[in-house]
């Protein structure tokens, strides 16, 4: 099938779902839900399914055994390859959706409409499986490698979504970028504790254990190791607790660190020298530390047949793309995603799109950017370039054939 068809098919099952898709994007938006919290976002999007039942949609709410969690899916005949989307939708604490996940939920499920319409219109002979993936918690907690560990992707032939960024400081009006893997980092995420003993601060100090001073140490351990690791290695933290009162020596404290690097083989050595950092400044001061680590997400694993069929398509409907914007001038680097968990497993595809905003991710100003009309059509021009290559994987085996190749390669 001609891609210039499956464009037309693409762009008409947007144009039909529109008013549907810019509901459900301002319902997230304006309701944002932490990690695991995502009720609202979960119930109103298998609502709009509902809806739509009679077109063959399945709808599975809390799948995969997390409350938040769904699988919407469509089949066609038995066998034949699956793509999936993924739809995150958790927000950030005190600031929404500054990171714009509602954008993100958008355009999945509008490429998960557009995919499945195209493909029953343009190959209704043809088995195959589209599925819409609802992960909750990317912010904290690792939604997708709970999926990962149910099987969720078992099956999956490839999957896709798009985040939004900052428009370009040198390209304003550049649209969007492929996927590029030295965008998001491993990263190990850690909560230490450092028990000492407590004593009154004034009267007679020398009786406690310090646990604030091995805080101290461990921030200025960490610092000095900054100088002396990669550019692209990133490693910082937050004082979760630091004693509760003046007059009493602080028993116990507890931070929190990332750690990141650019691939899970160079972040587990970066990893062990953090922890030295916390090892030596719990012996400087006589305290004892535990560790709490949260689920690792790995870097991302680009697939080059996804990303170059994605800029090609994008390209041929009019908005400007290019492969890799890690490179480019104000360009964001440096974050980390559990797409990069997935990105192991099959082949991935996570691109990165630009909205006007006034501020960078994880601010308040990004919030309102990620609310605008503007940013909610430009997550519709995304979803179309997803639709179109994800129509490609299902109906043309030899492009399916280069994608698990690329994949086969590199994991």
Same mark, same amino acid.
Request: some cysteine; hydrophobic content about 40%; charged content about 15%.
């Given at each position: 099938m001609k891609e210039s068809e499956i464009i037309e098919n693409v762009r008409s099952a947007l144009a039909k779902h529109e008013a549907r898709l810019s509901e459900i994007n301002?319902?997230?938006?304006?309701?944002?839900?932490?990690?695991?919290?995502e009720h609202n976002a979960h119930d109103n999007i298998c609502a709009l399914f509902d809806a739509l039942a009679a077109d063959g949609y399945t709808v599975k709410r809390s799948a995969y055994g997390i409350n938040t969690a769904f699988e919407i899916s469509y089949t066609n005949g038995q066998g034949g390859r699956t793509i999936a989307f993924n739809a995150e939708y958790d927000s950030l604490p005190g600031?929404?959706?500054?990171?714009?996940?509602?954008?993100?939920?958008?355009?999945?499920?509008?490429?998960?409409?557009?995919?499945?319409?195209?493909?029953?219109?343009?190959?209704?002979?043809?088995?195959?499986?589209?599925?819409?993936?609802?992960?909750?918690?990317?912010?904290?907690?690792?939604?997708?490698?709970?999926?990962?560990?149910?099987?969720?992707?078992?099956?999956?032939?490839?999957?896709?979504m798009v985040h939004?960024?900052?428009?370009?400081?040198?390209? @304003? &009006?550049?649209?969007? /970028? %492929?996927?590029?893997?030295?965008? +998001?980092?491993?990263?190990?995420k850690v909560e230490v504790t450092f028990t000492g003993k407590p004593a009154h601060a004034s009267a007679a100090p020398w009786e406690g254990v310090n646990a604030l001073d091995?805080?101290?140490?461990?921030?200025?351990?960490?610092?000095?190791?900054?100088?002396?690791?990669?550019?692209?290695?990133?490693?910082?933290?937050?004082?979760?607790?630091?004693?509760?009162? @003046? &007059?009493?020596?602080? /028993? %116990?404290?507890?931070?929190?660190? +990332?750690?990141r690097a650019e691939t899970v083989k160079s972040l587990t050595p970066l990893t062990e020298r953090v922890v030295k950092c916390f090892e030596a400044a719990a012996t400087a001061t006589g305290c004892t530390v535990e560790y709490k680590w949260e689920p690792s997400y790995m870097d991302m694993v680009d697939n080059r047949p996804i990303c170059e069929g994605y800029m090609i398509a994008m390209n041929e409907m009019g908005y400007s793309t290019i492969y890799d914007a890690a490179g480019q001038e104000g360009g964001l680097s440096g974050g980390s995603t559990d797409m990069?968990?997935?990105?192991?497993?099959?082949?991935?595809?996570?691109?990165?799109?630009?909205?006007?905003?006034?501020?960078?991710?994880?601010?308040?100003?990004?919030?309102?950017?990620?609310?605008?009309?503007?940013?909610?059509?430009?997550?519709?021009?995304?979803?179309?370039?997803?639709?179109?290559?994800?129509?490609?994987?299902?109906?043309?085996?030899?492009?399916?054939?280069?994608?698990?190749?690329?994949?086969?390669?590199?994991v």
């Open positions: 301002q319902k997230i938006w304006s309701n944002p839900e932490l990690s695991f919290e600031m929404g959706h500054a990171c714009g996940h509602n954008l993100i939920a958008t355009s999945s499920i509008a490429s998960f409409l557009a995919a499945t319409e195209t493909m029953r219109a343009l190959y209704p002979n043809t088995p195959y499986t589209t599925r819409l993936l609802g992960t909750p918690a990317e912010e904290g907690g690792g939604g997708k490698l709970l999926l990962i560990d149910a099987g969720a992707y078992k099956d999956v032939h490839a999957c896709f939004p960024f900052p428009a370009l400081t040198g390209s @304003p &009006n550049l649209l969007s /970028a %492929s996927s590029d893997s030295a965008q +998001y980092l491993a990263n190990n091995a805080v101290v140490a461990a921030y200025v351990n960490i610092s000095m190791l900054r100088q002396q690791i990669l550019p692209t290695q990133k490693i910082h933290g937050v004082v979760l607790r630091g004693g509760e009162r @003046p &007059n009493v020596i602080p /028993a %116990s404290t507890t931070v929190e660190y +990332y750690i990069g968990n997935v990105s192991y497993e099959v082949p991935g595809f996570h691109g990165s799109f630009y909205i006007h905003t006034d501020g960078v991710n994880h601010t308040p100003q990004f919030t309102a950017g990620a609310g605008s009309e503007e940013s909610f059509q430009r997550s519709l021009y995304c979803a179309a370039g997803m639709a179109v290559v994800g129509c490609r994987v299902l109906g043309d085996d030899e492009f399916a054939a280069a994608v698990k190749a690329d994949f086969d390669s590199k």
